[in-house]
């Protein structure tokens, strides 16, 4: 065998055992050459080295089948690398440091209104937003082994280019590259929704699961596609434009310029608009104002108020006569919601709930179960820096290093 290809071998080795330990949280070595069909040797050669790396260490628990005998598991090091994920919105740009599986060190939310600004101006911001995490979390830039970054719109995450976003003006130079040059460190970028669902896969309830759906409700209704362990992009790599699948074709306006999208019913953006209209016609007895949050509707229908009630029931409704098609077609294990859309509750997820169940055959509904995520404000940002993480694991992690 050539040096090379060995060296492969090893590598690809030595990805499968990281990832069977990153599974399972905590596991033996005869358990890992179970799961990965490697031989003892080459699992004991290779986590040996990876115990003196640093990636993984030895940890002693107490053996349930033999009394007083201690077994030996192995685990990451969690402060084995460090990544940045920066997620950018349209008025706001999140900054997290996150440890090797994603658990936040840092993070700095700043409320910033990035749209239609110049793509220089966006990138001054988030450097400042990188700077201040990388400091509050107590540790040095060389320390960060990547930065991703989330972004709406339609990205090819392999070029990095973004063909559209609603934010900030493009300029000569792409926003990865101006991030790249600032740090000198290895920058991907992703479709938002995307390095959230990677998250879910890496680190949170995709863990281990082959086929699953993530949503998200926010501004806008976004959706990731697991199919057998892969992301789902489609043909031009902007699959999964959810939020824009008619259910109503005579119902409300949405802002793509179709009428009755799930959108339009189900973002936090439609049920502010829907909220409004319903002081207008008096039906909320509450000031207008310009500024309406999505938490001050929710309390207000779970303190009673109808009108709005019947809002959320809608959203709920409409969002899973769309889901119950997906789960039609995909036969997902899981669907996994999440976003700030989340704090709606019972107020809209009842009706989901029942719609799904009424427009779904019994076999494929009973295979599928729903996940209400609960909202943190750093999942946007942990997301982009899983997008980092995934890298990390699958290339050998001495060879992840800031670019020079
Ligand atoms: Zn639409």
């Not at 596609?225 to 824009?244: K, M, S, T």
């Not at 009706?351 to 009973?366: F, G, K, M, V």
């Amino acid at each position: 065998m050539v040096a090379a290809s060995r060296d492969l071998v090893r590598e690809i080795n030595q990805f499968h055992i990281l990832n069977a330990i990153r599974i399972a949280g905590a596991i033996s070595r005869v358990e890992i050459a179970r799961i990965t069909g490697q031989s003892r040797a080459t699992v004991t050669n290779i986590t040996a080295r990876l115990i003196v790396e640093n990636l993984i260490y030895e940890k002693e628990t107490e053996d349930r089948s033999r009394r007083g005998r201690k077994r030996v598991l192995l685990a990451l090091n969690p402060d084995a690398a460090y990544v940045v994920g920066v997620k950018l919105s349209a008025y706001r740009i999140s900054c997290a440091v996150t440890d090797i599986q994603a658990d936040v060190k840092s993070s700095v939310n700043m409320p910033v209104r990035t749209s239609e600004r110049p793509v220089k101006f966006v990138a001054d911001l988030i450097e400042e937003g990188i700077r201040h995490c990388i400091s509050e979390a107590r540790i040095d830039l060389s320390q960060v082994s990547g930065i991703g970054l989330g972004i709406p719109g339609f990205v090819d995450s392999r070029s990095g280019v973004c063909f559209w976003t609603p934010l900030y003006q493009k300029g000569d130079v792409p926003l990865k590259d101006l991030i790249q040059k600032r740090f000198q460190i290895e920058t991907l970028i992703e479709n938002d929704t995307n390095t959230v669902t990677l998250a879910h896969q890496w680190f949170g309830e995709g863990k281990g699961i082959d086929n699953f759906l993530v949503v998200t409700i926010e501004d806008g209704v976004g959706m990731g596609i697991v199919v057998n362990g892969q992301l789902y992009r489609g043909a031009r790599g902007i699959a999964a434009e959810f939020g824009h699948v008619v259910v109503d074709p005579n119902g409300r306006d949405c802002r793509c310029g179709k009428k009755g999208c799930i959108e339009a019913y189900a973002s936090n953006f439609s049920i502010l608009d829907e909220a409004q209209a319903a002081i207008d016609k008096g039906e909320w007895h509450h000031e207008r104002v310009p500024d309406l949050r999505f938490e001050e509707v929710v309390t207000a229908a779970q303190s009673g108020e109808r009108n709005l009630q019947n809002i959320f029931t809608n959203a709920g409704t409409f969002l899973g006569m769309g889901l119950a098609g997906l789960i039609q077609i995909f036969n997902p294990t899981k669907i996994i919601i999440s976003g700030e859309g989340v704090r709606a509750g019972n107020l809209m997820f009842q009706s989901l709930r029942r719609t799904i169940r009424l427009h779904t055959n019994p076999a494929l509904y009973d295979a599928s179960e729903i996940v209400i995520q609960k909202w943190r404000d750093t999942d946007w940002a942990r997301g982009a820096a899983s997008l980092v993480l995934q890298e990390l694991y699958k290339s050998p992690f001495n060879r992840v290093r800031p670019i020079i």
